[in-house]
């Protein structure tokens, strides 16, 4: 059977689920008494008519492009990592013991410091779960789920507890001194005559997040590691007669997966907070798990779903401020992003691969009829 290119499996698949979902978010606003139509272009000015939407959508998008490739590596060792959520949390807590307690001569290097012990504190954290699939059978869906309650119980105590100033009432640590506040947009990006990104939480994490793209595309597709992976995705038994050691793999690959969500507090918790609070991570774990189905777990397409998730969130934002819809009407319409990207995927997919190989069918040849003698 013909299949279609991976261009249209990553673009067109994704698109026409995408237009799916917005058919039947504009019949669920209709139902509710509102417009479609003037939602639309509310979400639409409200997320990207501005650089103060623009600021928001962007910095939105960071957090769901390092755990969307978080989930995404895992998959392609056919690993359902769902504990991006407890892992970026543990991130935060990494990147906030370096922020506070290492001397830091400028922004920079605390950047790559902060780097560094984000990506160690979700690695670690995502090693215990590996290791009880990988030597236990325990299974990693499983493990993830509880490992990410585990995060957050550890986190509030360690708030409460330990970090948390004294005479503070907030289970929050410290502000981080100025040499590891990180350069927002506005102060990369505005000039004198003009003040740009105002009062938006974007920084130059998302830029590290673009690197992580590319490093995570050249992993996988250029080096032997990612060949290991995709191969070990592909076949376990066909992995192991060719002498691929799953233990191994299972082991790096989340380590790797845990390492790329852990990153992700440089941008809310280095970036925007310039501190740890409770509930930093605000769910950008779970939403990685949509960004990866949907983006098919390669970095292009999670970069794309990304920046669509992070205008669904700024552009709800904008809704539920000056319209009657309710806020949770963007986690219906995100439910309905998933619904058609993932569970009804084949849906959308079936008759795309026979309108493709209707088109790719080689015409018959006619017949002649010999003249009768």
């Known amino acids: 059977m013909t299949r279609i290119p991976a261009w249209a499996d990553v673009v067109l698949v994704p698109l026409f689920s995408l237009l799916l979902a917005a058919l039947f978010s504009a019949i669920v606003i209709l139902a509710i008494g509102e417009n479609p139509w003037e939602a639309l272009k509310l979400m639409v000015t409200g997320a990207v008519g501005s650089t103060y939407g623009w600021g928001y959508t962007l910095y939105y998008a960071t957090n769901f492009i390092f755990t969307g490739l978080a989930v995404g590596v895992a998959n392609h060792a056919r690993l359902f990592n769902i504990g991006a959520e407890g892992q970026a949390g543990l991130g935060g807590l990494g990147v906030a013991l370096a922020c506070l307690y290492l001397p830091f001569p400028h922004w920079s290097v605390a950047l790559l410091v902060a780097i560094c012990a984000g990506a160690l504190f979700g690695a670690a954290w995502a090693a215990i779960p590996a290791f009880l699939q990988a030597r236990r059978g325990s299974h990693i869906v499983i493990t993830t789920i509880m490992f990410n309650?585990?995060?957050?119980?550890?986190?509030?105590?360690?708030?409460?507890?330990?970090l948390k100033p004294m005479g503070s009432s907030e289970p929050a640590t410290g502000l981080f001194p100025e040499t590891a506040h990180l350069p927002d947009f506005r102060t990369m990006f505005s000039s004198e005559e003009t003040i740009r990104f105002r009062g938006t939480p974007a920084n130059v994490s998302f830029f590290v997040a673009l690197a992580a793209c590319v490093g995570v595309w050249a992993l996988i597709w250029r080096t032997r590691l990612g060949y290991q992976i995709r191969a070990f995705g592909f076949s376990e038994s066909g992995a192991k007669y060719a002498g691929i050691s799953p233990t191994k793999i299972i082991m790096v690959t989340m380590l790797i997966s845990g390492g790329l969500a852990g990153c992700m507090a440089i941008n809310n918790v280095m970036?925007?907070?310039?501190?740890?609070?409770?509930?930093?991570?605000?769910g950008a774990g779970f939403i990685g798990i949509a960004v990866a189905l949907m983006g098919r777990s390669h970095p292009f397409g999670i970069f794309l779903a990304a920046l669509l998730f992070g205008f669904l969130y700024q552009g709800g934002a904008e809704l539920a401020l000056w319209t009657s819809i309710p806020r949770e009407m963007i986690v219906v319409i995100q439910a309905l992003v998933i619904l058609f990207t993932g569970?009804?995927?084949?849906?959308?997919?079936?008759?795309?691969?026979?309108?493709?190989?209707?088109?790719?069918?080689p015409p018959k040849p006619e017949t002649k009829l010999e003249p009768a003698e």
Do not use: C, H, Q, T
Not at 271 to 282: D, F, H, I, W
């Open 343 to 361: 569970a009804l995927d084949n849906m959308v997919r079936m008759p795309i691969e026979k309108i493709w190989m209707a088109l790719r069918r």
């Open 149 to 162: 309650f585990i995060a957050n119980a550890l986190l509030v105590y360690l708030l409460v507890n330990v």
């Open 271 to 282: 970036g925007y907070s310039e501190r740890l609070v409770l509930n930093a991570v605000e």
